[in-house]
């Protein structure tokens, strides 16, 4: 298996700048670790750009932020090819997102069709311009961020676009001890321009491959397909969770085995991992919707109707 310590270390280096939110910075790098894109839906200020640079700098990937504003065309995203004429001949420039870790900052201020511009390379890691295919490096993960208060202006993603987001997350308000840790922190100078790589590319790709071999019993593989499918059957909602649910549910379920030092996924994995990896994927019925109910409460309520397997240790 991968060592522990390593993702353990990426773990740390990240919290010295992500303050009291080892749980969100978990997350992250279990999306990270399954080859998935991460939304980070949250207010202004909690340090959702810092989470992308931070998990950049830890493991020395090239880092690229996109800021997504009505203007954005397509080929400011993925590149755009032009004739030189000194060669007589077409260059492709590439565009900022081809590279390892790419932040796509309010992406929902972009028209649906730059934010189409992504579906290709978040799904298949590759981008096609003017006809021809460029790959996309690895490791590769899009970070992308959203204001859920401000909707002046904006562009609400389309379910294909939400479903190919292995999870969303929210960082939150630190506490009060927090946040004046963040402003000692702070004082001279960002922590994040200081923060030093603790492994290697290589060594996240090692971890991805890894990943893959992580046990989950036949019992388990049941209970996430039922969790999905309880979505799908529920009064309050329209649209429950899609097949790519629960692969992103059973994935996430290994990476956080690995992450535990574990060779084998338990329930609480799944459990844990069920609202980050499933609500963003349900839509609400608008009588639903009328009464409060949100996706979030659905799941939980999922969880607590759905039985809880027992599982087996490999031998």
Do not use: W
Request: hydrophobic residues 40%; proline residues 8%; glycine residues 6%.
């Amino acid at each position: 298996m991968a060592r522990p310590d390593i993702l353990e270390a990426v773990l740390g280096n990240v919290e010295r700048v992500i303050i009291g939110k080892r749980e969100e910075v978990e997350l992250a790098l279990v999306a990270l670790i399954c080859q998935g894109h991460l939304l980070i839906e949250d207010v202004p200020g909690v340090g959702k750009t810092v989470l992308a640079k931070s998990l950049a700098r830890s493991i020395g990937c090239s880092f690229k932020r996109i800021q997504f504003t009505p203007d954005l065309l397509p080929s400011d995203v993925t590149g755009v090819s032009i004739y030189n004429q000194k060669s007589g001949e077409f260059e492709f420039r590439p565009g900022p997102v081809i590279a390892q870790i790419v932040l796509a900052d309010e992406i929902n201020r972009a028209t649906p069709k730059t934010q189409a511009s992504l579906l290709e390379a978040m799904e298949e890691r590759q981008i096609t311009v003017d006809g021809s295919t460029y790959r996309m490096p690895q490791p590769f993960m899009v970070l992308a961020t959203q204001n859920p208060i401000e909707y002046e202006g904006t562009f609400p993603l389309p379910e294909a676009q939400l479903d190919r987001f292995m999870m969303r997350i929210r960082l939150g308000y630190p506490r009060p001890d927090e946040e004046v840790t963040v402003l000692d922190r702070q004082q001279y100078g960002h922590p994040v321009e200081d923060l030093e790589q603790v492994a290697s590319a290589e060594e996240l790709v090692a971890a991805q491959t890894e990943v893959q071999h992580i046990h989950v019993a036949p019992e388990l593989r049941r209970y996430i397909v039922d969790l999905a499918g309880a979505s799908r059957q529920h009064q309050d909602i329209y649209l429950g969770a899609s097949p790519r649910g629960s692969l992103a549910l059973f994935r996430a379920a290994q990476a956080r085995a690995l992450l535990r030092g574990r060779e084998y996924s338990i329930p609480d994995d799944v459990k844990a991992l069920a609202e980050p990896t499933l609500a963003h994927r349900l839509i609400v019925n608008p009588s639903a919707r009328m009464k409060g109910t949100n996706p979030s409460a659905i799941v939980a309520e999922i969880l607590r109707s759905v039985p809880v397997p027992g599982t087996r240790v490999p031998a």
